[in-house]
């Protein structure tokens, strides 16, 4: 039987936004027929796979990884230009990174945009990504990067964004829900624009909801005032998911990958922008966004009704599907 391996940004993440994208890019490589007929595995991107002295030595599990039919990194910040940094992100070196032989990029971002890319990086990379496949990223700006390296790629956006078609988002009501659904985000802090968010929330809806997406959320939330009648929900995508279903309800809040969720729930979702990778997803893809120092400006954007029309590059992605065997039946 042929093997795939899903490396996995969900596994021991402090960040359920990565359970959000692993979870999508599973659907969609289900939904093309890829995992069909094939022995499927998920490997932690957020802990290194297999010791140095494993990496060169013979062990019979490795043998699974070198002989993959694909490797498939699926999505979220993990690239950076500098990899001798610390960073828990991508967890992976030179001395262990075999089981990433000739992985595909799946919806990837570029999580450092600053620095230059070192030899070593460069070299890493040399030794993890496939160089004969055209590479699926978030965004214009990682393509551009993989592509200085020597690697082909292609836009197609998050994995949590493929199934947002012209006739999905349709779906996804225009007006006002009667309740909202909200998050923070615990290191992008700004304690007076976020305060402000609250208390507008609390004047526009009936109930409002506070989902616990990253480890430190909850203290963050604990920290502002005029909080006591908030419900909070657990910090599971089954709760998260249940408040969706069972409620009329909006999203609004900092985290993008919730605002994905909701989306997916055909739930009316405006997104706080804190970062850039928020503005560039906006730029490309004509999401609800406003800029957390223009929060002045939700008041008027909840009251008011509003279509959503995410500009899919449906293109892109099947161009990038393409490249990839499904088992005959």
């Given at each position: 039987?042929?093997?795939?391996?899903?490396?996995?940004?969900?596994?021991?993440?402090?960040?359920?936004?990565?359970?959000?994208?692993?979870?999508?890019?599973?659907?969609?490589?289900?939904?093309?027929?890829?995992?069909?007929?094939?022995?499927?595995?998920?490997?932690?991107?957020?802990?290194?796979?297999?010791?140095?002295?494993?990496?060169?030595?013979f062990?019979?599990?490795?043998?699974?990884?070198?002989?993959?039919?694909?490797?498939?990194?699926?999505?979220?910040?993990?690239?950076?230009?500098?990899?001798?940094?610390?960073?828990?992100v991508?967890?992976?070196?030179?001395?262990?990174?075999?089981?990433y032989?000739?992985?595909?990029?799946?919806?990837?971002?570029?999580?450092?945009?600053?620095?230059?890319?070192?030899?070593?990086?460069?070299?890493?990379?040399?030794?993890?990504?496939?160089?004969?496949?055209?590479?699926?990223?978030?965004?214009?700006?990682?393509?551009?990067?993989?592509?200085?390296?020597g690697?082909?790629?292609?836009?197609?956006?998050?994995?949590?964004?493929?199934?947002?078609?012209?006739?999905f988002?349709?779906?996804?009501?225009?007006?006002?829900?009667?309740?909202?659904?909200?998050?923070?985000?615990?290191?992008?802090?700004?304690?007076?624009?976020?305060?402000?968010?609250?208390?507008?929330?609390?004047?526009?809806?009936?109930?409002?909801?506070?989902?616990?997406?990253g480890?430190?959320?909850?203290?963050?939330?604990?920290s502002?005032?005029?909080?006591?009648?908030?419900?909070?929900?657990?910090?599971?995508?089954?709760?998260?998911?249940?408040?969706?279903?069972?409620?009329?309800?909006?999203?609004?809040?900092?985290?993008?990958?919730?605002?994905?969720f909701?989306?997916?729930?055909?739930?009316?979702?405006?997104?706080?922008?804190?970062?850039?990778?928020?503005?560039?997803?906006?730029?490309?893809?004509?999401?609800?966004?406003?800029?957390?120092?223009?929060?002045s400006?939700?008041?008027?954007?909840?009251?008011?009704?509003?279509?959503?029309?995410?500009?899919?590059?449906?293109?892109?992605?099947?161009?990038?599907?393409?490249?990839?065997?499904?088992?005959?039946?």
């Open positions: 039987m042929e093997n795939i391996v899903l490396f996995d940004p969900g596994v021991r993440s402090l960040n359920k936004g990565d359970e959000i994208i692993m979870r999508s890019a599973r659907m969609e490589l289900a939904k093309s027929g890829l995992l069909q007929g094939r022995y499927v595995i998920h490997s932690a991107t957020h802990a290194p796979i297999v010791t140095w002295y494993q990496n060169t030595v062990n019979p599990r490795m043998k699974f990884y070198d002989h993959a039919k694909y490797k498939f990194i699926c999505g979220s910040n993990l690239l950076w230009k500098n990899m001798m940094k610390p960073r828990p991508f967890n992976v070196d030179l001395t262990n990174c075999r089981p032989r000739n992985s595909i990029l799946m919806g990837v971002g570029l999580g450092q945009a600053h620095s230059k890319t070192n030899w070593y990086t460069k070299k890493l990379y040399s030794k993890i990504l496939n160089k004969n496949v055209v590479h699926s990223v978030r965004d214009q700006h990682t393509a551009d990067f993989l592509k200085s390296l690697y082909k790629a292609i836009d197609t956006g998050c994995p949590t964004m493929w199934q947002f078609t012209s006739d988002c349709r779906s996804i009501p225009e007006k006002k829900a009667d309740n909202v659904i909200f998050t923070l985000t615990d290191y992008g802090r700004d304690k007076t624009n976020d305060q402000k968010l609250i208390d507008i929330l609390l004047q526009h809806y009936k109930t409002v909801y506070f989902w616990i997406q480890a430190f959320d909850k203290e963050y939330f604990d502002f005032k005029n909080t006591e009648t908030i419900k909070i929900v657990d910090p599971t995508l089954e709760d998260f998911s249940s408040v969706l279903r069972e409620h009329d309800i909006d999203y609004v809040g900092t985290r993008l990958h919730a605002g994905m909701a989306m997916q729930h055909k739930k009316r979702t405006i997104i706080i922008a804190i970062d850039s990778r928020v503005r560039d997803l906006n730029a490309a893809y004509a999401l609800h966004v406003i800029q957390r120092d223009n929060i400006k939700l008041s008027n954007l909840i009251e008011t009704s509003f279509a959503t029309d995410v500009q899919l590059k449906e293109d892109n992605i099947r161009e990038w599907l393409s490249q990839f065997e499904v088992v005959s039946s």
